[in-house]
Each structure stands twice: as C-alpha cells, then as structure tokens.
C-alpha cells in the first residue's frame, strides 16, 4: 500500500478548473516532485491533499483511509502525520511569537500537554543546526535560510510520515539553497520521511527527487524517475522545460526548444492536446485528445512523443 | 570622449542606523561601456540594491556618500541639481524592477501608462499611441493596438514584465538598469525575457546593467561580469575569464554552489559554511576571510586591493600576490 495515493483528483473554482485529474503516488520513504509553469496547478494538488483547497472529486488516500473532504476535526489528529512547508518562509512564520512559541505550536494544538517544550525547542534546532538561542529570537531577526530551517524544523516537530513543501528553495541564495538540500535529504534518510515537493527549479529537482511528475493545465503530462526524465524526456513540454534551464557557463550552447506563447486560459482550454499550440513538435494526429498511458513505470500523455 | 558610459569610482556608501554606520558601499569602482552588457553577481546583502539607488539617486534618508563619484557621460550624477537628475532618470537612464506585479499602476490602462511616461515629447496624442503600440510589439505583445486599452491585471506575469520593459526603453535610453527582472518568473519565461533583451540591446543598441543572483542568467546574457561581496567588488572581469578561471574563491565557490553544472544526482550539495560578517561592526583584513578556505595570517592584517591580474580581469584576493603565498 503506498503512504499516498491520489487519483484522478480535481477541483474547480467556478468556471475554472484549476486540476482536471491528477493522480500519482507516494511511497514511504520517496521524494516525488511536480514541476510545471506558474498556473498549471501544482500548489493547489498539495493544499488539496492538506485538506487547505477544496477538490469537488477525486480520492486522497492516506495510508489506505480517504481524507478528501474530511472536516478540519476529522483532519486534525492526521496532520501530526502530513505536514505542510509554506512557500514564503518569512510570511509562514507569526512576526509576534518567538522562535521557541512557533516551532513547538504544533505540540499545544495537538494538546500534547506532556511536553517539555523547552527541551522540544533545543531538539529541533539542533535538527535543523540552528544555535540554541535562536529560541529566543523573532521571525524578524531570521535571514531567508535560518527562516526556512525554522520552517523545517516545525514541520518536523510531530514526527510527520510525509511532508508536503512549496518551493522549498526559493528566494534563498544558491550557497543557503545548497545547506537546505543537504539538510532535508539527510533529515529524509535518518527519519524515513517521504516528502512532495513543488518546485520550477529542475536543478533542484535532480538533486532530490526520486520520481517527479510533469504538470500542465492542472494534469500530468509525464511522470517517472527522476534520472530518467532527465536523461529521456518524452513529452515535448518536459523537453522543453529542461532546455530552458539556464547554465553556469558562457560557452554552453544549449539546444534551446523554444515554447511559443504562454500557457493558454484555464477557462479556453484547446480542444485535442491541449500543449498543440505551443508544440514546437505538434503534429495532425495532436488534434485528438491524448489519453495517459503507462509503460514500464513511464506515464505519458501525447499522440507523439519524442524517441 | 572614451567610450565610458557609466563609471562607479571608488563609491562608498554609508547607512546611519541606531547601532552605528553599516558600511553598505566600500571602495565600488567599475565601469560600463556604451552597448555593452554588464552583469552584477551577488548573493542576499552584498549591497546590488543599494548601489542601483546610488546610481540613480533614489536613496533612502539616512543614506550617506561617504567618498566617491558616480560619472555617468564625464559628468558626477552625485554632483548634479536634483532637476538635472530628475531629467535624467527614465530619459538617459532608465529601470526594470523585480517584481512585474507591482511595477504598474493598476487603475491606469497599459496604454494610459505608456502615453504617460512620454511626458517630456512633443508628438500628438495619436503618435504617442502608435509609439506605444510598437514598443509593445517589439516586445513580443500580441495584437498591440487592441491590449493599449487593457489593464495589468489582464496580463500575466512574464507580459507584464515585458511591457515593464518596454516602458523602459521608450526613450531609448543610454543605459538601462534591470534589477533581477527574471527572478519572479518561471525558467520558460526567464529564457524568453533572456532572448528579448538580448535582442534589443542590439536594436537599440543601449548599455545594460544586468543585476541577478542567478549564474546561469548572467552566463548567459552577459559580455563582463562584476562580483560583489558584502558591500565590496571581489572580482570583476570578462564572463569567460570570470566562468572559466576565477581569481577569488568567493566567486570560485560560488559557482562549485551553483546545482546547475552538477549533472548528476549529489548525496551532499556544494554550500559555503558561514555567514556574511556584521556591515555595522567590520572585521579588519579580508571580509571573506572568515568563510574562506585558504585563509592565510596576511588575509586578517590587511585588506586585499582590487589589482589588475591580466587585462581588465580584476580581483581582490591576496592569493593572486605572489610574496603574499610563499
């Protein structure tokens, strides 16, 4: 049984569909990235597993038991198991509580009155190798990195099965972003976690995932290894999503695809495949609808992929 | 006159604040040269944004010069009459912020906002539109005429920041200033913002000052590259002398961080340990001593200079001094 198991999950906000039928799995243990533009519904599918976004159909399944559209009393003993990193990671943090009242809120709302919480405090920054005195701190006094170990180490706070983070690494500098990696793949290892992460980062994403899925207008377009994705992409979006990676290196003379356009309106979505028109690989037969198929592991939605 | 646009000459800058002066600006000095592409690298706190409002003079009130010119075309815009510089900004030299979301006014019309900001011409009402409507298609807007009457929040964000752009370079300005105009945008979008200027620093034939965090940007888009750390310039060169052969190990290290050149899966990532040191309380020697790895009893006693290593490759780094490693 995975530890995650969404299917065919969508959700509506009037006239718009922001996910027309997303699913993939967790295992214990796994990272799994979705990646995709700004739009294509990768923060709503995490908010909506959190039970934070509404999702009118579709099924959530934790650890075998249906969460989708469970109440917030229903949801509350399962968030000690899910927790959630916030995209911004000053602006996820309360200005007026101190370091010490934000990382160990988690035990009050849980009504874990057992707690020494002082001692939890010291625990968890010495997880996320933040000095002890920081306890005493406000948000305000955090660079973007320590406040994202601060982030870090409230979501671990309850010992979560599975953690859903949005954009772990943005806004943080490349020689923080590089600290924060290291530390969620080590914290990963020795806790056993399994973690969803959303990012539009692809350097990210080969360093930490294990799987990753491929979104555009609210669905999966591709999903499947990480190393494979990387190393043979098949779906003309997910090529040209890695080609449009910036190098560190004047003389790299990328094989650029160039993607026209931006991603059409949730509310005109193109009949057919709906990447057709930016497509620099379209072709007559792309005027049908694709349908999501599995080889070997591999999931693709196109009429014609790339060898 | 030498080809020298823009040239910062030993700039520094003071902030005053409760604990004292935060040395924001140390010893700035380098130089932009008409239509060339000059790129400004440096991580959270090394002063990019301070010295952007230096340049333009739109500095906070407790902001002091505390030595230095800022020569824009021969002449020290630090100098000028505040009507001069006011003629100046968005003529001779104008800006892209970071942000395309709230870079416009969003109750005006893109239209309103672009016959606006052409204040200063002469032409009709009718020619200024036209003028608007074409710097939208030089851009990459589709159907122009039509999307003037539109409001922002009509457009997406990687449109809006090219109409930010094209706002811009109306007047054609000799320099233009962009202030990390990619980092809010997707890789997709980053590219097409890429090859947009690129594109148009041919056509208009403008200098830019490209400031970003993102090497890959910078590798990328620009012919110099300047590395600031911590309120000072550590290196500042050609961008394949700076990509290809780093003389400080700041810059050095800074692109082993860069995740973008490790093609394989790492168990443990680059990172450099340490934080960048007090501006209000400085320690003597080199400011990157601290975090360096080959730190030697010199780098604490004095402060490295930025010295000319091969033509116009500059670093400030005492391992480029020959006495200094024996």
Known sequence: MSLLDVKDLRTSYGQVNVLAGVSFTVEPGETYALVGESGSGKTTVIRAIAGLAPAQ???VKFEGREIRGASEREMRPLRKDIAMMF???????????????????????QGMKDRDLDAEAKRLLEMVNLPAHFADRYPYQLSGGQARRVGVARALALEPKLILADEPTAGLDVSVQGELLNLMNDLRERLGLAMVIITHNLNVVRHVADRMGIMYLGRLVEEGTTEAIFKHPRHPYTRCLLSANPEPDPDARLERIALKGEPPSLLRRPKGCEFRERCPFAQEVCSQTPQWEIENGHGLRCLAPLG | MSDTLLEIDRLSVDYETARGDLRALRDISFDVRKGEIVGIVGES????STLISSILRLTAPNTRFRQGEVRFKGEDLLQLPERRMRALRGADISIVFQDPMQTHNPVLSIGQQMLDIQHRSKASRAEKRARAAQMLGAVGIPDPEARLDQFPHEFSGGMRQRIAIAMAL???????????PTTALDATLEVQIIERLQELQREFNCAILFISHHLGVIAELCDRVVVMYAGAVVESGDVREIFHDPKHPYTRRLIDCDPGHIKERA?????????????????GGCIFRDRCN??????????PPLTQL???HHAACWLNHKEAAE
């Open chain 1, 57 to 59: 159909e579709g099924s």
């Open chain 1, 87 to 109: 995209q911004d990671p000053v602006g996820s943090l309360s200005p007026r509580l101190t370091i010490r009242s934000l990382i160990t809120e988690p035990y009050r709302i």
């Open chain 2, 45 to 48: 706190g090394c002063g990019k």
């Open chain 2, 170 to 180: 109306m007047s054609e300005p000799d320099l233009l200033i962009a202030d990390e």
């Open chain 2, 267 to 283: 168990r443990v990532l680059p990172t450099i340990p340490g934080e960048v040191p007090d501006l209000a309380n400085l320690p």
């Open chain 2, 294 to 303: 080959q730190a030697m009893p010199r780098c604490a006693a004095e402060v």
């Open chain 2, 310 to 312: 091969k033509n116009g």
